[in-house]
């Protein structure tokens, strides 16, 4: 998967970009986010809430021991966790995967890499790293497979000094 790495610094630049990529996809699009504990995937969640619209961004919040919280807006957004592989087998054997593949709009799922196998082939992947560069505490995200983002030039454009 060919891919781009942008430098971000702290919270308010990952839910920053987050946002600048809600701006930029729509219904149907899946997003795995992959990352260690602490990487930033909820934060990135909830500025990709913002930038879809969705009526309460402030409410999202880690779903790991709800596995799937449904916010709504005009582009709804479905966040998903597959953290605890209990429940994720459990609600895959429930027909799980038909429920995301009928949510009429955005779907992220944090530990993403947790259900590679059972995601669309679109699905647009972010990997967050935490990491220090010249002291300053922040994130390498990698994005890939980014096909379905609309002006993806401009979003690579505004991140590109990150």
Excluded at 13 to 21: C, R, V, W
Excluded at 33 to 46: D, N, P, Q, Y
Aim: aromatic share 6%; hydrophobic share 45%.
């Amino acid at each position: 998967m060919q891919g781009q790495t942008f430098w971000l610094e702290g919270e308010g630049q990952t839910e920053h970009f987050g946002e600048a990529l809600g701006r930029r996809v729509g219904a149907g699009t899946v997003i795995a986010l992959v990352g260690e504990l602490g990487a930033g995937k909820t934060c990135f969640v909830r500025g990709l809430a913002r930038g879809l619209r969705v009526d309460d961004p402030g409410a999202v919040a880690s779903p790991t021991y709800l596995l799937a919280v449904e916010h709504p807006g005009p582009v709804p957004l479905l966040h998903m966790d597959a953290y605890l592989p209990g429940k994720l087998e459990a609600f895959l054997a429930d027909g799980g995967l038909d429920y995301v593949g009928d949510h009429p709009g955005v779907v992220a799922v944090e530990w993403g890499d947790r259900l590679r196998r059972a995601l669309p082939p679109a699905t647009i992947w972010v990997t967050l790293t935490r990491e220090a560069q010249a002291g300053v505490d922040g994130r390498r995200l990698r994005l890939e497979n980014a096909g379905a983002v609309r002006d993806l030039a401009g979003l690579t454009a505004t991140f590109a000094g990150s």
